[in-house]
């Protein structure tokens, strides 16, 4: 019998959209391996489809450092399922990891897993990273012609190959000239003999913390990966920077700090706040589920509940897309609620989280059976009622379209959809794996959001506001600090060097 | 590497409570192997370490009946992940299925998964049960007495063996006689060469619901099985009937049922409204979601959210434990709101449905970390407030007293845990597995909330009680219609002649 | 990936004939498990499907006795490939073991892997059976129409009802009166929970040998599992005998034994020793190796290699098909040079023993690539010589006729081969799985040798003839010591009362 | 349950040398993959722990070659098990595949299965490789001072840094550049988009032949990868030279080849005449199977079986080790059966093929046990005879005593043990993975012939001697033809350069 093959990237999302990952590192732990498997663990919804663990370890006898990895496609649990991995391979104090979304099968695309592990003229190195480079086509025909052969089609391997490459003697210099010839969004983890280092892009496209555990220094995307191990969050690493933690280091309780290219305007990825990460993490120094709630109040402002005439319109139904959209509709509802006393926020989708393939019969439509799997309405709380249903984003549509489907089975009296994010109409090439601009609803109806609404079959349809998604998100500096190319196609950092590989990875 | 072995029951539930059983047929139709898997994927939660099918397939050539079967341990979409065994191998038009939790592990165990089938003088015989049996221990002896031999420890096998051993030539009769003699809980699909039986005993412990689908006729555990394949709820099983579905029935579009010895007094199993059956499923005639939530509903009137004195105060936050206490939670709290309009029902808990193995480093609790993997606090909501837990029910007690731990580290003010449902202090015999009396953390407290409530670190405790419970649940005759021996140790079917063997199948 | 599925009967054997099984018991050895385990390895050749062992463990505390169980499809190495199993789950003193040739694949056919484990009204029974029964339509019908429900389609079984029905008081009893209402041919292990019995039809058609282990007792299929093991083979448990080992018996070092049924006179299998056992083993109290050596022996006096007139002629070369005719080979070549001492005993086919999967190019034969894989040619050996293949059998032809286009292709001037078994013309139902009759190419050709020979493509083909064969294997009587049923369609024990499923069995 | 972990290379060989790998290509042809899986297939003695295949797929649509790749740790039929990746995945016309020696388990030795594929600036690159390189030391550390990082600790991905770093514009000087500056022992295949390489070292240690299957051009370790797919055996890829295929030397029929460095003296590697090679193969243009029996035949000139001088003394029976021996067994026993009429070769030791994980019971060796699953003695046979066992070679010295033991068992009156080879004192560096100087029993007995043989419980010991061995293999040139470093501590290649890690690859 085949073995089942879990797409488990369909298991607790919905969307087609993926990030792409999430990093963890660890410094001076005697359970490295095992705290960051659980750091892993907590990232799993940014990448789940391969995981991998590289350690640091120190060989007393030969006053030397093996480096130990193991990685495989799957989830964090299935990957390390066998403790001895752990602790009988995964030695050492020193450690960094990677769960990641990625192509699966062919047994090529095994060497696309992450943590990378290489070995140099300096020793051992071992990379974890978070994003997408955008000058890869320039950086890759450069060091071919200098006779470097790929052996992956991945940013990351380009990045050890300008390592490697560097004439600097210096580790920590090596890595800053290596940085300051890469364009793009990247929160990277590297683990060298004895020295953990993170850095982060000049524009702070993707998330980075920094924590702390007792003696031991902690870095992860998110972090819900420090509440998992009582990890204390102390700061993020700043956008350009370059953290370095070694033995001296500890000591002190200092850390060693540099800055990356020059110190670019901030960019974050606003699509972290509207979906990607957890709302018990914060990141970009903001709580996600404090800027969550209050994106679904900022819709609730823009696009109220219909109909307060009648008592019996009053009893308007507020209902969420478990999970994913579970905050924003809170925040949604808290402010219905203030005018409309007689709204009610419902559970209207039961959710399934066991969802593995799904068979059709023949006149079947395979991707509605797979919404069928997912949820199920309650019908008593739908029956005869005005529904909004709060969701993140609509991005294809397709599912939009299936999930009101079967609302509307249960016989609503009418169903408002409310899209707590502007309309998707662009890719993103920052490290997030959007489908291309052609299959974006968005563009196939010219953001015409009454007609994607008749599409969806909603009763109406309201996207929440670029201008009022701005005012809901948090500022360092100025309202610039964000990327928000995937709304408006204005992208921060250029793409024109993108090399053609690097596009078709996700193609795949 | 060793393969992970998944542990399915912990993915939903976060309690030491498993139902016994999901029980799926289907009658008259190309696609019943399809049907049914769909069915009981949609009965997962009822079941999580085994399913199984067993379809009768017509030989036109030999004008005979074959019997196909696949089962193994596993969920539903690992048993049946090779799509060829639903189409190649489960041909024929009706099928029955099963859901079990059930021990693991040893290939000897491997036996008990259902549906059994079985040949006798009467052709094919397969056999989908969901409950238990309490007069099993004098039944087996007598039958061993007989020169009966057994290959399994199930209630199962026992009842196959009443039906080759009747003396009845009707198959209709064989199965009255059979089932007349065993006493307990049972809700069964039994398929035939050409024929699909649904019988539930007297007291309709366990639910069992009828439908149809055009042509075809189905049963099911509960309607959500019903809803995923478009199949229109007709009626419930009655207590103590058995329906049986042939050719010529589905004909006349009527249908033959009998009834089983005497009709008893009803006696629903109480906490498949509390705990069991999924909101969006409709049990004995009624829909869960709305007896949920007045079940909420009454809690709160009894034990309203706390302090109503300040402002502050006021801003009572309501959590629910994810998924299980979600819909009792919404109706908690939309009586709180009624009379504290500041209260807020918010999202305090974040449930991660990855869970997999826990490795413990020394000196660690496993079962600390276990909840760690599963559940993390969003600080920004509990920090600083009084905070109104609302869970389903207490079994030993261990799981919620690290729940409360972990919001704790949140530095809530106070934390009142509200249960919707009474203390349990004894075990079920009718097919739920909860642990035996002495570890009910109720019996070891005698009882007393207050030093509970201490145990587990909140600042108040309040169940729901019994006679609230009552008042929440629907009637068809009056109030005895309900088992609730786990609250009360009120056994309604005598529990005196259960056989060792089936009170030890719940120890491995 | 699809996991692979290694067909083992493919292994080492290159005949579609397959054994049904072998057996293996142990009394009262702390290393049960691991000893059986052993046994069963050496065994393997009889049947390389499934496996499985069964223990009976005292418990001491409650004075009970607990049997354990592991069994699956697949080879013994590969079933028990988990030390864990033979050490913590096998625990025990007594233990039987199954080796198995059975149908793959589906869930259902699981049921059938031996041994079978019961429980009934004397304890806990189970049981290891090599043969098959011939009077199982009769017994079946009876014990269904007593009310009797089988949950497989195996012989194995029906005996076992028919020891939980006897109304005899001892155990004892009970098996001599199920044994004396089975007719066919069997050599059984059972185990209860304190004693071991060994069983063999009153014709001896199956070997079941009898040995000494220190203080331990054994039985098994053929002496090579003593050997690997330090057992010491005592004799065979002789044709309708039963030995039963108890606590008692192995005090005293004497054994029980009883007399089923009417002694007959002896039927051994004569396939044991053309092809089966082991040469290494002894069967039927004789050792294989010699009795196969002087079956080559009488081969060579019947049909010598060709031509002596000239010096080049003399130099024929013969050859063995690996591994099987090996010894036979012998037998015919020793013989040969006698009177030709030119001739040469050559290694003219290379066996590759990894043998899997074959796939097949467009417009290629699938078993043409099967023997390809298998086998491969010395050119140098055999090229423009006069090569006598001396094979074992002929059944379908199919294997031989691809062997010989094969040998063809390494340019010999002649090739002759000789068979050390007369023409194979009929099926045998007393345990071997041979095809149809007319799917045996003897019956296709009218036993025509020439004929046959021109199909399979040789210069010349001898089968060595019936009379020859009596004459090279040993007798304790007279000459119809012998089954020869399938060379001669005379076959001595009655088959009218045969199972349609246990005909069946063999087509899946 | 743990899978099991078959150790294939105990299958079909028992001592402890293993061969590194073998190779293989084909250029033009629709089947390449299937074609390179049965070349693989028969290849799978020379590396039986990982395999993998590499094919070039044209791309009509964008003019662009494709690499696809698939490979594992496993059996070839195990790799490949599933047929989906040969036709579905493996797709194009070209192909290039390996079988390795290599160490198991941890993910990262992953990296280490060959083929290796990687990009460069000329396009695609993949390389099977089978020898191993004297001056890596230098050669890596030279890469990495210029900022090369290496993925793996493998000779290979050496060849393919030098490659890539070729200032040469024509791929041909490229490679030819490449390989100028490799020393050491190579028979290497390489994969471009459109041409196919073949390349041997100077010395010619390892064997790779040159062949053709209708329009198709193919190379292979041995020839018996070219039996099994038909194709034509042309002559060996020669010493030093580099042979080029691609579409215009297919139109011709001719091809282009290339001489790498200098010329020198042949030093074929003596144990593949042995040991290592199949008798059915060709190797250094010579069959394996003439020369092996010559071999034996020395050996039974120089140390002929004892006593002939009674009638019983006589009947000298000599018996082989199957399957490693079996040809020079031949030889060795037609050359005494000349002066000794009496004298038998008999099977006296039975190989079992099934032989996986070895449980062992408190007190036993587990190597002894190792032994008995794959041998059993027939007693009969060597029971008070004069047995003489050839076999080919003894390393450490281990499994010869265990064997020896367990015919010491069978009473046989004297044992004679020859070995078709000269004593083992010295590691090869050059492919062969023997064990340190240390652990050669040669060694610790100083080549005492007599000690050593008195150490393996033997009557008598004999090794060939080196100048009978070197009387016994053919000669292009002269007696210098041969690598004997082995036996004679004579190292023909510098081994001054080996880099650490290169040796310990051996050591995991």
Chains 1, 2, 3, 4 share one sequence.
Do not use: W
């Not at 992956?152 to 560097?166: R, V, W």
């Not at 580790?171 to 990247?186: C, M, R, T, Y």
């Not at 060298?192 to 524009?203: E, V």
């Not at 509940?305 to 579970?326: F, L, W």
């Amino acid at each position: 019998m085949k073995k089942i093959k879990l797409k488990p990237a369909e298991l607790n999302r919905h969307k087609s959209i993926h990030s792409n990952c999430g990093v963890f590192g660890i410094y001076n732990n005697p359970d490295a391996s095992i705290l960051t498997y659980y750091g892993l663990h907590a990232l799993q919804h940014r990448g789940q489809e391969a995981a991998g663990i590289v350690t640091s370890e120190y060989d007393e006898k030969n006053d030397k450092y093996k480096f130990n990895i193991h990685k495989d496609h799957g989830l964090v649990l299935s990957v390390f399922s066998d403790d001895k991995i752990l602790t009988n391979v995964l030695k050492g104090n020193s450690a960094i990891g990677h769960t990641r979304y990625s192509t699966t099968g062919s047994g090529d695309k095994r060497n696309n897993i992450q943590p990378f592990k290489v070995n140099f003229k300096g020793g051992n190195l071992a990379l974890s990273h978070n994003g997408n480079l955008t000058n890869t086509k320039y950086l890759r025909e450069k060091l071919q012609n200098e006779g470097t052969l790929f052996q992956t089609s991945t940013d990351s391997e380009l990045i050890l190959h300008l390592i490697a490459k560097s004439k600097e003697s210096k580790l920590e210099d090596k890595l800053l000239e290596a940085f300051s010839q890469v364009i793009g969004a990247f929160s990277i983890c590297i683990l060298t003999d004895d020295k953990l280092f993170a850095i982060r892009d000049p524009y702070g496209v993707r998330p980075l913390a920094f924590g702390k555990l007792n003696d031991s220094f902690v870095f992860a995307s998110e972090t819900c990966a420090f509440d998992i191990i009582n990890a204390e969050y102390i700061r993020d690493v700043m956008p350009g920077e370059m953290i370095v933690i070694d033995r001296e280091s500890i000591k002190t309780g200092s850390e060693k700090s540099y800055i990356i290219g020059t110190a670019e305007k901030y960019k974050h990825c606003i699509f972290e706040y509207i979906y990607f990460s957890r709302p018990d993490s914060s990141v970009f120094e903001e709580k996600v589920d404090k800027v969550r709630r209050k994106i679904g109040k900022n819709l609730a402002i823009e696009s109220p509940a219909p109909g307060k005439d009648t008592p019996e319109d009053k009893k308007t139904v507020v209902i969420n897309v478990p999970d994913s959209s579970n905050t924003a509709t809170l925040g949604y509802f808290n402010e219905i609620v203030k005018t409309n006393k007689d709204a009610r926020h419902e559970i209207g989708l039961i959710r399934s989280h066991y969802v593995g393939r799904t068979f059709i019969q023949p006149g079947q439509d395979k991707r509605k059976m797979k919404v069928k799997t997912k949820f199920n309405t309650v019908k008593g709380v739908l029956e005869n009622r005005k529904v909004v249903i709060v969701d993140d984003s609509i991005v294809r549509g397709t599912t939009s379209k299936l999930l009101v489907e079967l609302i509307q089975k249960a016989e609503p009296k009418e169903v408002h959809l409310k899209i707590s994010s502007p309309p998707v109409i662009s890719p993103c090439y920052y490290g997030m794996d959007f489908p291309t601009a052609n299959e974006l609803i968005a563009n196939q109806n010219d953001q015409n959001t009454e007609e994607i609404g008749k599409h969806l079959g909603v009763t109406s349809l309201a996207y929440l506001s670029k201008e009022k998604l701005m005012e809901s998100v948090p500022y360092k500096h100025e309202k610039t600090d964000y990327c928000t190319a995937c709304f408006t196609k204005n992208y921060p950092i250029s793409i024109e060097g993108l090399d053609d590989m690097n596009k078709n990875e996700f193609d795949d």
